[in-house]
């Protein structure tokens, strides 16, 4: 069965610095993956998915995540954080083929400090 | 275009009551979810459908939860009775297809409080 893990409950950093949020998965084949992001009070937004191709992807506010086939990792970034880039974000993955189950990790607590 | 609509945003039941969720997704859309997200989980999946088939419910619990997409359109979510443990946030998500889009568009949920 696939899984996700987020290992870390927060992340805190400054902002103009640069941020990073673990995901790593497990599922048989080869994944889809996904972050999403969820703001206080409000449903969930799409960021940006791995299909294949390239492994770096780019998404929406600029953040990227790296696809690391080996280290089956998936983890999210962005070079300069923002104050408002504080949220709670949710990585996601499915198994290919089929129809889209998504399966998300537990979450991951951004707080950008001014 | 207009996002998915959930109503209501906000309900309160005693525990053996009954509750209802309704969603309208993204226009179009034939794929329809409902997640069940407890505080400090993420979103587990309960139901998806395919137009007004069920492509998946082996999470649903079906002693307690019902759902229903009649038309392919709107679908309703229902609880009855309900448990304490059934207190969390119902989200609802649509996608264009299972396989064109992968993007699930996510309404802005019920939170559901059982006392």
């Known amino acids: 069965a696939q899984s996700v893990a987020q290992p870390e409950d927060q992340v805190n950093v400054a902002e103009g610095n640069p941020l990073t949020v673990k995901c790593t998965y497990s599922?048989?084949?080869?994944?889809?993956l996904f972050w999403y992001v969820q703001y206080p009070n409000r449903g969930l937004q799409f960021l940006l998915k791995?299909?294949?191709?390239?492994?770096l992807v780019k998404g929406s506010y600029g953040f990227e995540a790296e696809f690391n086939k080996s280290q089956t990792s998936f983890h999210l970034k962005k070079p300069s954080a923002l104050v408002s880039d504080s949220a709670l974000y949710f990585c996601?993955?499915?198994?290919?083929?089929?129809?889209?189950?998504?399966?998300f990790g537990t979450g991951t607590r951004l707080l950008v400090s001014p | 275009e207009a996002g998915v609509a959930q109503s209501p945003r906000y309900k309160i039941i005693e525990k053996r009551q009954s509750v209802a969720f309704w969603c309208n997704p993204i226009?179009?859309?034939?794929?329809l979810y409902w997640y069940q997200q407890i505080l400090g989980q993420g979103p587990k999946l309960l139901i998806q459908?395919?137009?007004?088939?069920?492509?998946?419910d082996s999470q649903l619990p079906k002693d307690r939860f019902s759902a229903e997409r009649l038309k392919g359109v709107d679908s309703t979510l229902k609880i009855q009775p309900a448990k304490l443990e059934d207190s969390a946030v119902y989200l609802c998500?649509?996608?264009?297809?299972?396989?064109?889009?992968?993007?699930?568009?996510f309404g802005p949920g019920t939170r559901l409080t059982v006392t």
């Open positions: 459908f395919q137009n007004n088939g069920v492509v998946d």
């Open positions: 226009s179009g859309h034939a794929t």
């Open positions: 998500a649509s996608s264009s297809s299972p396989r064109d889009s992968y993007e699930q568009y």
């Open positions: 599922v048989s084949g080869n994944p889809y």
């Open positions: 791995y299909i294949t191709g390239d492994n």
């Open positions: 996601a993955v499915s198994p290919t083929g089929g129809f889209q189950k998504l399966v």
